[in-house]
């Protein structure tokens, strides 16, 4: 496996972290809290040459922390989708209660 400097190295752990600081632990895909993950808001697939920016990630749930609510790996779901599209729910989440 190639190395991969959105996914490992010391500047993606910095992003990483400021990311979790700058935007808590709510999944911005369902909205409930506890997530893990860093997903990137335009997927690496599409563009690796981006930079490492805090900016440019948002938490999610993921295989390592599936989402204890709704059950979901989010970020895994929505793979290289665009961000608006998400994943499919019984329930909008982004409606509000």
């Known amino acids: 496996m190639r190395n991969n400097k959105h996914r490992t190295g010391r ?3 910095t992003a990483r972290t400021k990311m979790f600081e700058t935007y808590g632990t709510v999944c ?15 997927p690496i697939s599409i ?17 390592n922390t599936p989402c204890l609510v709704c059950g979901r790996k989010c970020n895994t779901e929505r793979g290289n989708r665009p961000v608006q ?7 909008d989440w982004y409606a509000g209660p």
């Open 85 to 91: 599209q998400g994943v499919r729910t019984s329930r």
């Open 47 to 63: 563009d690796a040459d981006q930079p490492v920016d805090p900016h440019m990630m948002r938490p999610a749930h993921g295989a």
């Open 28 to 42: 911005h895909i369902c909205g409930h809290d506890g997530a893990g993950e860093a997903d990137h808001l335009i």
């Open 11 to 13: 500047p993606y752990r």
